[in-house]
Structure formats: structure tokens, C-alpha cells
């Protein structure tokens, strides 16, 4: 698990070129807000999570299949990454700020990608 990356990771490169090729600017890893939002936009009140499907649990997607050995410890390291990030983006809200969740998954067609975030961000 040493070897998982946190930060930098292509899906969030992917998400970040594309807000700033629409002429947004952001911060990132904002350590003073709850959960450090890989993507901050201030002057919006807005940000953005990208999760990876299987660390962060989800729904319905086949990479966030749960391994088949040593259940209970991955079950139980899963499902607290799920309720921090629930707490976070609850406490986020409460703060007035705008939550947006993008999945690992979902960047894997950019063209929609693209539309989920100019929608989020009310691009015109």
C-alpha cells in the first residue's frame, strides 16, 4: 500500500486540465478545509473530490470489487474511507461550499468528463 499514490494521479491531472483549459483557477490539497479537496475554486465557493473507485467505495462499479482475502481488514479499512469522506463533504457543505464527486471510472471518457464539469461549474 506504500506504493498507492495520494496526490498527482492521472484522473486528477485529467480533471485539473480540464478546468484550467476552460479558464478556471484553482487550488489544490487546501489543508485547511476538511478531507484537503484535490481541487479548490474559492472565488466559486466550489470543490471538486476526484476518488478512485476502490479506495473510496464505489457504488455499483467493477473496480471497487473488494478482495477476496483478508475480508474483515479490508472491509473494515473501506468503509471508514467511505464515512470520512461522508463526514467531509457534509462539514464542506455546512462551510457553504459545493461538493462535487468525480470517480476514477468516470474519466475515462473524457467527452463526457468534459460536460459533467462545465455543468458543475456553470461554463458557459
Known amino acids: 500500500m506504500s ?14 486540465s480540464i478546468i484550467h483549459r476552460l479558464g478556471y483557477r484553482f487550488s489544490l490539497y487546501r489543508r485547511d478545509l476538511p478531507g484537503s479537496p484535490d481541487i479548490v475554486l474559492p472565488k466559486h465557493k466550489k470543490i471538486i473530490f476526484v476518488h478512485g473507485c476502490f479506495w473510496h467505495g464505489h457504488k455499483g462499479c467493477k473496480r ?10 479490508w472491509q473494515h479499512k473501506l468503509e471508514k474511507n467511505i464515512m ?41
Open 64 to 73: 471497487s470489487l473488494r478482495p477476496s482475502s483478508n475480508i474483515e481488514f
Open 3 to 16: 506504493r498507492i499514490k495520494g496526490t498527482d494521479t492521472k484522473p486528477e491531472l485529467l480533471v485539473r
Open 84 to 124: 470520512r469522506d461522508k463526514k467531509n463533504a457534509a462539514e464542506l457543505r455546512k462551510k457553504g461550499w459545493t461538493v462535487f464527486v468525480l470517480w476514477q471510472c468516470q474519466t475515462r471518457k473524457p467527452e463526457k468528463l468534459i460536460i459533467k464539469i462545465e455543468k458543475f461549474l456553470g461554463y458557459k
